[in-house]
Structure formats: C-alpha cells, structure tokens
C-alpha cells in the first residue's frame, strides 16, 4: 500500500516547464548574464539626467542675460538741406575742352568744361567781361571810361567789321551793338555832342555877362537920365524968368528928349539878351535829351548783347552752379558725344547737411521714439559688402500719410557706413532702416514667440 507524501513548492516549480527552460537559458549564458550584472555602469548614463538639467538652468541663464534690440523695418530716402548740384549738357554735340579735374574745388560760376560751337568761347567770356564793365561804369556814372572799350583795330575780336568770324551765332547781335557805341561814343566827354556842349555852355555864360553889362549900362543910363531931368527943370525955371532965352530953352529940351530915346533901344537889347540865352537853354535842352536818348539807347543795346551773350554761356558753356568739389559722373572725356540732360559733374558742397526722410509703418509705431539709433542699408551700397550708414531719429510727425508715419532721421558721423566706407550722395537714394527700439532679453523673446503661436 502506497502512502501518500506531500508535494513541495520546489517540486511544482520544478515540474513547470517554463521554468525549466529558464533554468536552462541560464546555465546555458550564465557567464554573460553574470558580467553584464556585475559590470558598473557609465558616469554619463548614471548622472546624464542630472547634467542635462543642468545644462537646461545653464542655457536659460545665458537667454536671460543676453538681450536683443527689438527692430522695426521702415522705408527711408535721403535729402540734403545744401545737396550736390547737378551739371547737366543743354545742347547735343561733343564736350570740346575740360578745364577742371576730379576732386578740384571750383568756385561759383567758375567754367568747367566747354560745348561745341562755332564760336570762339575766349572771345565771348572776353566780351561779356568788357560788357559788365561798361556797365558798371555807366552806374558809377563814370561814362567817360567806357571809351577804352570801344573797338578800334579792325583785325581784333569786337571790331565793326571783324575779318575772322570769331563770334559765330552772336556775329550779327554784335554788329548793332557796336554800331549804338558808335554813335553813343561821339556823346561822350571827347565825343563832338560834348564839345558843342561846351561850347553852347561858353556861349550862355557870355549871355549872361552881356546882360549883366546891359543892365548896368541901364542903371547909370537912369542916373544920367535924372540928372538931365533936374537940369531941364532947373533951364525951365530959368525960362520962365526970362533969364535964358527961348532958344537955349529948346535945346535943353531937345536933349532931354533924345536921352529918354535911348532908353528903349537898352530895354530892346535887353530883351534881345534874354531872347539868346532861351535859345542857349534850347540848345542846350535839346543836347541833353540827345544825350539822354542815345544813352538809352545804347543801354538797351548793352542788355540786349548782354542776354544773348548769357544765353549763348548758358548753352554752350558748363559751370559751377555753386561752390564746392567737382566729382564726375563716370567716364567722361574731351571730344565726347554728349546728349542733351547729360549729367557730366556733381557739384558737391563744403557745408552739405544731410539727413533722411523716413515713414513708419504702423506696425510696432508705438516702440520707435526720437534719439533711437537706426541703421540705415542702402539698396545702391549693398550693407554686407558697404556697411551701414548710422543715423538717429530726430523728429516724428504726428500726423500719418498713406505710406506711414514721417520721421526725420540725422546723420551725426555723415554719409560713412559702419565699416568706414565714404557714401557718395545721390538724388533719390533709397535705403531700408532698420529702427533699433529698446533692447529685449532672449528668453523674453522666446517667451513672447510662445505666446504669439497659443
């Protein structure tokens, strides 16, 4: 008889299959398994966690402290209170001469380069200067020394009848205006008209002695006159008496009688006197209108031979509109074709003051304030290559336009970019600013970009 003993843990785990097969797994890769129980782990993959916090608390450190300007993008052009003047070519032909060089200083009104004409523009500048000194004398009133330019020898420039046609398109002009000073010449102090003056004025002063003498003649003709009255009547007395006769008495008379006819042929050269002077004073009215005349009119041949002569400059001639340094524009050389609103220099001035027009998009308006700095990149002087022009806000205006808000932006330093790169100024530069407003801490911003994408 079998009796019944009792079955173990040990025993059903035993008999599990599963089990079996682990306990074969494991004495089968013991070693290994072994190994990698006992071997210690890596520094990184014990403390990696820790260090990765720490390298999160380490990066958000740097992105509070780093701060970056916050930047509003506008539009800007340049403009200039005194800017470089264009000189531009008002005829179609070849550039003959250039008398300046890059980088001169020019004064204003100065002759940069000349057009092609027929004309000698010697010849001209010379004239115009002879017509501004005529001029000036006339109003100094000093028209006696005008005569040292009037043409005299026929082979020279401004003479009535040139040989060599030096003058070209003002030959004709110039004919008219020597012939008025032709005529105006013999009006002057040497001249005929001012000799017969002279002595038309010598003529009136003896009139004017003559009738001093006639009335001095009539004054002791009077005293005469009363003295033989006082002896006619002393005679008459004595008639009445009876002691002179009758005949004496007559003659007394009769004396008497032909002194009192003497005095109406005085008053009658008197009157003759007077009569002469007005034709004098005539004369001489008439003389000073002829001189008043030609004068005019010859003045009016100086203005006319004057503006011909500043029309033929302003076409033909190239100058300095003010002041400053000449800079070309590009390759230009003598015996050039130049077109008509060709631009051959730039003027540039010594007190140029510049500063930039600038409009505001509303977008972020409310950050920009004046004294905020701005970086100024223009589209002509690309900024990675040229650098950026500093400039500073000076002024907003309140009141919006279409394109946005307009600033006044100035340039302390002047047209020189941040890499020390010169700007030439042009007309009409456009440039993209870029406003700097108040500086943001890094994890501000990545905080604010959070935010805008929730």
């Known amino acids: 008889m079998e009796t019944n003993k009792p079955i173990l843990l040990s025993d059903k785990i035993s008999a599990d299959p599963k089990i079996e097969s682990i306990k074969n797994s494991f004495t089968i890769h013991g070693n290994e398994i072994d190994e990698i129980i006992s071997k210690k782990l890596p520094f990184i993959v014990r403390w990696g966690t820790l260090f990765f916090f720490f390298l999160l608390l380490f990066i958000g450190s740097i992105c509070w402290f780093i701060q970056y300007p916050d930047i509003v993008i506008a539009k800007a052009k340049f403009n200039s209170i005194n800017a470089p003047k264009q000189v531009t070519s008002r005829t179609e032909g070849k550039l003959i001469s250039i008398v300046v060089k890059e980088n001169e200083t020019v004064n204003d009104s100065q002759v940069l380069a000349y057009m092609e004409s027929i004309a000698n523009p010697k010849s001209i500048i010379q004239l115009h200067e002879n017509i501004d000194s005529i001029q000036s004398f006339i109003n100094q009133n000093k028209t006696e020394e005008i005569i040292k330019y009037y043409p005299t020898n026929s082979n020279s420039i401004g003479s009535i009848v ?17 012939q008025a000073f032709t005529v105006y010449k013999d009006f002057l102090r040497s001249g005929f008209y001012q000799r017969k003056k002279e002595m038309l004025f010598t003529d009136m002063q003896n009139l004017l002695k003559m009738h001093e003498m006639l009335n001095s003649q009539k004054e002791l003709f009077n005293k005469d006159l009363l003295i033989s009255d006082d002896n006619f009547k002393a005679n008459e007395s004595l008639a009445r008496d009876k002691v002179i006769s009758a005949l004496e008495y007559r003659n007394e008379k009769s004396k008497l009688i032909a002194k009192q006819l003497s005095m109406p042929q ?31 009119v010859f003045l009016q041949a100086l203005e006319t031979i004057k503006s011909q002569l500043l029309g033929w400059e302003f076409k033909y001639l190239l100058k300095a509109p003010i002041s400053g340094k ?43 304030k004046t004294g905020q700095k701005v970086l100024l990149k223009l589209q002509a002087y690309p900024f990675e290559q040229y650098g950026s022009v500093i400039g500073r806000i000076d002024n907003i205006n309140s009141t919006p336009t279409d394109s946005g808000f307009l600033a006044k932006v100035i340039i302390p330093e002047g047209l020189v970019t941040n890499f020390k790169r010169p700007i030439q100024f042009r007309n009409g530069l456009n440039a993209e600013a870029d406003i700097i407003t108040d500086d943001m801490r890094l994890l501000e911003r990545f905080y604010y970009n959070f935010i805008k994408q929730f």
């Open 326 to 368: 000449v800079k070309f524009n590009g390759f230009i050389q003598e015996k050039q074709e130049i077109k008509i609103g060709q631009t051959i220099f730039y003027l540039e001035p010594d007190n140029s003051s510049y500063y930039v027009e600038m409009f505001i998009p509303q977008y972020n308006f409310g950050k920009v």
């Open 266 to 296: 005085i008053n009658a050269n008197i009157v003759m006197n007077e009569t002469q002077q007005n034709d004098k004073r005539k004369e001489l009215a008439d003389l000073e209108n002829q001189i008043i005349v030609q004068k005019s």
């Open 162 to 178: 040139p040989k060599v046609n030096v003058l070209g398109e003002l030959q004709s002009s110039y004919q008219i205006y020597v």
